[in-house]
């Protein structure tokens, strides 16, 4: 059903472009991923999706869990509205997508977990640990913040990782962080930190980081 799930979110969007890049990104982290990350997520009550693109995770999470409550932010209007119409031909109407920048995050809510899945990478070092704070104001005690990103080894992984963030971004700019240094940013503004290594086939080294509110 959930592979059906997929399939539907996918279809949901006109730009043949799009729906390649949500097969890639699907392919990517697959059903047993999505699973895995989604564990962590309350099955009720607001979740915040940081980076949220054209709106592939949160509308999954949204159609997987009805009693959610999914805020998308991302600073591309037109992702932005590519997630908007999706989540309107797909009926789904436990999310909300907002155009706003990440680096800027400014918490004006209280919710029971957030996450960014491959974004800590392409945002300026230098506003990494302000944000996790801010992020911290908002994800209540008891509650999580999910950061799926990548590490720094072993180097080969590592440098397949920038070979395809440059196949698909040219222009962003990336800075990969170690396991050890993201974890102590999360614990300095926070949060509880265990690490769950996702074992891949292909040579990403995903690290999923799970942080408790504290």
């Not at 799009?18 to 990104?25: I, L, S, T």
Request: hydrophobic share 45%.
């Amino acid at each position: 059903m959930r592979s059906a799930t997929v399939r539907k979110i996918i279809g949901a969007y006109d730009d043949p472009v799009v729906r390649a890049y949500c097969w890639a990104r699907f392919w990517i982290l697959r059903q047993r991923f999505l699973d895995e990350i989604g564990q962590y997520l309350p099955a009720e009550g607001p979740v915040l999706d940081l980076g949220c693109g054209f709106g592939l995770f949160s509308l999954y999470y949204a159609a997987t869990g009805p009693r959610r409550f999914l805020r998308g932010i991302d600073v591309n209007a037109r992702r932005i509205a590519l997630a908007r119409r999706a989540a309107a031909r797909l009926g789904i109407d436990n999310v909300a997508y907002e155009v706003a920048d990440a680096r800027h995050f400014k918490g004006d809510g209280e919710v029971g977990a957030a996450y960014m899945l491959d974004i800590v990478h392409h945002v300026p070092p230098e506003t990494v640990v302000p944000l996790l704070a801010q992020l911290r104001r908002a994800v209540a005690p008891g509650g999580v913040l999910l950061v799926k990103d990548v590490d720094t080894r072993p180097a080969t992984k590592r440098w397949f990782t920038w070979a395809l963030d440059k196949a698909m971004a040219p222009r962003t700019p990336v800075h990969y962080w170690s396991a050890e240094r993201l974890a102590e940013a999360l614990q300095a503004s926070g949060f509880r930190v265990r690490r769950h290594l996702m074992v891949d086939v292909l040579p990403y080294p995903h690290v999923l980081y799970i942080g408790e509110a504290v």
